[in-house]
C-alpha cells in the first residue's frame, strides 16, 4: 500500500492510496446523486431549481453526507440506500445555510466563497427554494429503496425532531433572540446549531447499520464533541479582520451576539476546540476503532482546523496533512493555498 498527500474537496489528507481513492469516490457519488435528485430538467429559466441547486451544490466540504456514508461503512452496511440517505442531510444542511445568510438573520453576502444564495436570486425565491429542499430532503429519505418501512420511519422521525424545536430551528432562534447568555446557554444554542446535525448523520448510520446502543452512544458523543469544535472554529472566523478569501464567507457578523470566543477569550477558547477535537477523536475511536475511513476523513477536517489555529496535532504523523501547515497564516498563504482553505468555512 503506498502513501500519498491528495486534495479532497479542498482539503488535503494524507494516507493511503486506497483511502484516498475511496473519499474522492464517495463524494463525488453524493453529488452526483444531489445532482440528480434536484434535477431541474434541463429548465434553465426555473430560478427555483436554480437556487435550490446553487444552494446544495455549492463548494461545502460534505461533512455531513460523508459521515453518513462513512460511518455506515465502517460499521460494514453496504447498503445501496445509504447515498439517499446522504444526500438528504445535506440537503437540510444547505436548506439551513440559505436560511442563515438571509438579512432577517446573519445577513450574510458570502458562503463558500460565492455570494449567497440571497444575493443571487432574492430573498423570496431563498425562502421557497430553502423549503422545497426540505421538502424534497424528506421526500429522498421517506422512498429510499432497500430500507425497511420501520427504519425509514424512524430516519424520517429523527430527522424532523432534528431541525424542528428542539433542532436547528431552537438553535438559530436562540441565536438571534437570545441575549447576552451564559456559557452554558451558549454552549446548548451551539449544540443545536451544529451538533444536532453531525448527530442526526452518525445517528441515521448507527441505524440502518443496526448497531449496538453502546457504538451508537459513543458516535453520539463524538458528534457532539466535533459540533462544539466547528462553532468555536466559526466563532473563530468571523473575528472581523479575518480574510474572506481563506474562510468563504463574511467576517464579523457575531458583533454584539454573546459567543463563546467573546464571552471567554481568545486563549480559552483556543483551549476548548482542542478539548472538543480530542473528545471528539477518543469517542470516534471508541465507537469505531482506530482505524477506517472516517477516522481518515475526520483526521483530515481536524488538522486543518489545528493548523489554522495552530493547536497541538495529537494524532500520528501518519494522519497529519503537511500540506496543512502552511495555511497555520492565512495571510501568507498563496492563492493555491487560499482556494484551497476557502473550503473550510
Ligand atoms: C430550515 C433546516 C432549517 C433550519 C432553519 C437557519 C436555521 C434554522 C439554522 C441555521 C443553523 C446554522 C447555519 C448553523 C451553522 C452550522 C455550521 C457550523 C455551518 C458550517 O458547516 P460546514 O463547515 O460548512 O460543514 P460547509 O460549507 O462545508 O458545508
Do not use: W
Request: glycine fraction near 8%.
Amino acid at each position: 500500500m503506498t502513501t500519498a498527500t491528495r486534495r479532497f474537496d479542498g482539503f488535503d489528507l494524507a494516507g493511503s492510496d486506497d483511502h484516498m481513492h475511496e473519499l474522492e469516490a464517495l463524494r463525488a457519488c453524493v453529488e452526483q446523486r444531489i445532482d440528480q435528485l434536484l434535477d431541474d430538467a434541463g429548465d434553465q429559466k426555473d430560478m427555483l431549481a436554480a437556487a435550490m441547486r446553487a444552494g446544495a451544490l455549492s463548494a461545502g466540504k460534505r461533512m455531513r453526507p460523508m459521515l453518513v456514508m462513512l460511518v455506515a461503512r465502517d460499521l460494514g452496511c453496504e447498503s445501496p440506500a445509504l447515498v439517499d440517505v446522504a444526500c438528504a442531510v445535506e440537503m437540510v444542511h444547505a436548506a439551513s445555510l440559505m436560511l442563515d445568510d438571509m438579512p432577517c438573520m446573519d445577513n450574510a453576502q458570502l458562503r463558500r466563497g460565492k455570494p449567497a444564495i440571497h444575493v443571487q436570486y432574492g430573498e423570496d425565491v431563498t425562502i421557497l427554494a430553502s423549503v422545497a429542499l426540505l421538502s424534497r430532503a424528506f421526500g429522498v429519505l421517506a422512498t429510499a429503496q432497500d430500507i425497511p418501512p420501520i427504519t425509514r420511519t424512524r430516519l424520517v422521525a429523527r430527522l424532523a425532531e432534528t431541525i424542528g424545536t428542539q433542532g436547528l430551528v431552537r438553535g438559530q432562534f436562540e441565536d438571534l433572540h437570545g441575549g447576552a447568555r451564559s456559557l452554558d446557554a451558549i454552549a446548548t444554542t451551539n449544540e443545536l446549531k451544529t451538533g444536532v446535525l453531525l448527530g442526526v448523520a452518525v445517528d441515521m448510520a448507527a441505524i440502518i447499520a443496526q448497531t449496538d446502543d453502546e457504538i451508537a452512544g459513543s458516535l453520539r458523543k463524538f458528534a457532539l464533541a466535533a459540533g462544539h469544535a466547528f462553532q468555536i472554529r466559526d466563532d473563530f472566523h468571523d473575528l472581523p479582520g479575518n480574510d474572506s478569501a481563506v474562510t468563504g464567507k463574511d467576517t464579523g457578523k457575531d458583533l454584539g451576539k454573546s459567543t463563546l470566543l467573546t464571552s471567554l477569550g481568545l486563549d480559552e477558547a483556543q483551549r476548548r476546540l482542542a478539548g472538543h477535537l480530542s473528545d471528539a477523536e477518543r469517542h470516534l475511536s471508541d465507537a469505531l476503532g482506530a482505524t477506517g475511513n472516517t477516522r481518515h476523513f475526520v483526521a483530515g477536517l481536524f488538522a486543518q482546523g489545528r493548523a489554522r489555529l495552530r493547536l497541538a496535532e495529537p494524532f500520528a504523523p501518519e494522519f497529519v496533512p503537511e500540506s496543512a501547515i502552511p495555511f497555520a497564516d492565512g495571510a501568507s498563504a498563496g492563492a493555491g493555498a487560499r482556494a484551497r482553505a476557502a473550503r473550510v468555512n
